[in-house]
């Protein structure tokens, strides 16, 4: 089976920086992605990891360690538009389905 | 990007009705689509997977002859609620990929459904 784990919640200021972590138990493996969820929308694609290392796009960068489970998802210079959930996702065994973590739901404040 | 149209955005049904979510992809052939459902603040739950010309693999729990799903072309599924119930009211979403190796699957909007 696959276990997914993240904070519920995290609250950040504009223009800073914060670090969502992922960390996972699976039965298989075949990449690792984050989406962003605005209220009442379809998540929208932001990276996908295979490999262990940093994937950097733009203010988005995500990190995976294979080896232990984990990711995390770093967002720079904070804009109040980033505040969204943020959701982990990772694809099972036969590239087909992906299961997702309940969600990291980021405030942004002034 | 690749665009997937869901459709309706919301919809409101009285209990017992049956209601049916179309998902349709725009600018590719999707060879095979996914369903979700959303439950507030909850993540996405796999419904079921369906498979361009063949029957939809539906995860544990989810009932196939409550949740009908057709993938009859290349460019359009659909999700069938019958008999609705308001424990049934939730955000469906589906989701399409062009082939099985791609890394990204696109979403559609989502869809509102609310049982009366």
């Known amino acids: 089976g696959q276990n997914i784990d993240q904070p519920t919640e995290m609250t950040a200021t504009e223009g800073a920086i914060v670090q969502i972590n992922c960390t996972y138990q699976?039965?298989?493996?075949?990449?690792l992605f984050w989406y962003q969820q605005h209220a009442g929308e379809a998540p929208t694609f932001l990276s996908y990891?295979?490999?262990?290392g940093l994937e950097e796009k733009g203010r988005f960068s995500s990190f995976l360690s294979r080896s232990k489970g984990y990711s995390y998802l770093l967002l720079k210079e904070l804009q109040m538009k980033d505040s969204a959930s943020y959701l982990c996702?990772?694809?099972?065994?036969?590239?087909?389905?992906?299961?997702f973590g309940k969600g990291t739901m980021l405030l942004v404040s002034p | 990007g690749a665009v997937v149209s869901q459709h309706p955005s919301w919809v409101i049904c009285k209990s017992g009705t049956s209601v049916k979510i179309e998902c349709r992809s725009l600018d590719f052939q999707a060879t095979t689509m996914f369903w979700y459902r959303q439950f507030p603040k909850q993540s996405l739950m796999l419904m079921a997977t369906?498979?361009?010309?063949?029957?939809?693999?539906?995860e544990q729990g989810v009932e196939k002859d409550k949740f009908l799903i057709n993938h009859a072309s290349l460019t359009l599924s659909t999700l069938t609620v019958t008999s609705a119930h308001p424990e049934d009211s939730s955000f469906y979403i589906c989701s399409a990929r062009d082939s099985p190796s791609n890394t990204e699957a696109f979403f559609g909007q989502g869809t509102r459904l609310t049982v009366v």
């Open positions: 996702a990772v694809r099972n065994p036969g590239y087909s389905t992906l299961t």
């Open positions: 369906s498979n361009e010309g063949s029957k939809a693999t539906y």
């Open positions: 699976t039965s298989g493996f075949n990449g």
């Open positions: 990891n295979v490999l262990d």
